[in-house]
């Protein structure tokens, strides 16, 4: 079955750390995204990328950062810059806008905690 | 001002009552509507899209006003396994021409017997 898959599904880091969460489909979408959900909020938009090789910044980019290497794969990397990290992080991905069907899929999400 | 906004709530409703959600965007160009559904520490999943012409789901049904910017979700006979967050998410034109959806903060329901 198709699917989006993240991991891990939890995640403990310490201060200081670069942790980098990993989001892979095997949807052929082009499109994928990461979103930060904190407790009682929406889904915030860190980056997106629309193609293979091109990310762009969503709202709340700093002290985070990606890489679109494969399509399937859009692996985001929570750096030390990154002042308050705990949080619920969603990846998704999509087909394109406007091409007929259009699907939006997320994955399960990884619960990153700062010990 | 927000570019989509909703009502957080909590809404709390006996089962059987019918409940309905608004959301607002600011957008006059905005796209394509959708209502995700979010269960609780659990990923969104789409619980339906909303057509201009309105369009129904069994119990549930979605509302576009264009004129007014707003889209609505209607769910009748309430269920205890309702209770979740509903989000509306709306798709926007990003620049460079590419179009992402965008997330309301979700609207929490609580379904009692």
């Known amino acids: 079955d198709g699917g989006i898959t993240q991991s891990p599904k939890y995640l403990f880091r310490k201060e200081g750390q670069n942790v980098t969460l990993s989001c892979e489909q095997n949807?052929?979408?082009?499109?994928m995204y990461w979103y930060r959900q904190d407790p009682g909020q929406g889904l915030r938009l860190i980056y997106y990328?629309?193609?293979?090789?091109d990310f762009q910044k969503g709202d709340i980019a700093e002290g985070y950062s990606v890489s679109r290497e494969k399509k399937e794969s859009f692996p985001l990397t929570v750096t030390s810059a990154q002042k308050n990290p705990t949080a619920f992080y969603l990846c998704?991905?999509?087909?394109?806008w406007g091409e007929g069907n259009y699907g939006y899929t997320f994955g399960s999400g990884t619960r990153l905690t700062v010990v | 001002r927000k570019e989509v906004e909703q009502d957080p709530g909590p809404f709390n409703v006996p089962e059987g009552a019918t409940v309905a959600f608004n959301c607002t965007y600011s957008?006059?160009?905005?796209?394509?509507f959708f209502w995700y559904r979010q269960d609780c520490r659990k990923e969104p999943k789409l619980l339906m899209s909303?057509?201009?012409s309105g369009n129904e789901d069994g119990r549930f049904t979605a509302q576009l006003n264009r004129a007014s910017q707003y889209i609505s979700l209607l769910i009748r006979d309430s269920k205890l396994s309702d209770s979740a967050t509903y989000l509306c998410?709306?798709?926007?034109?990003?620049?460079?021409?590419?179009?992402?959806?965008?997330f309301g903060r979700g609207t929490s329901l609580i379904v009692h017997p």
């Open positions: 998704a991905s999509s087909t394109p």
């Open positions: 957008n006059s160009a905005s796209q394509s």
């Open positions: 909303v057509y201009s």
């Open positions: 998410v709306v798709i926007l034109a990003a620049p460079g021409g590419s179009y992402i959806p965008t």
């Open positions: 949807l052929n979408h082009d499109a």
């Open positions: 990328s629309q193609i293979v090789n």
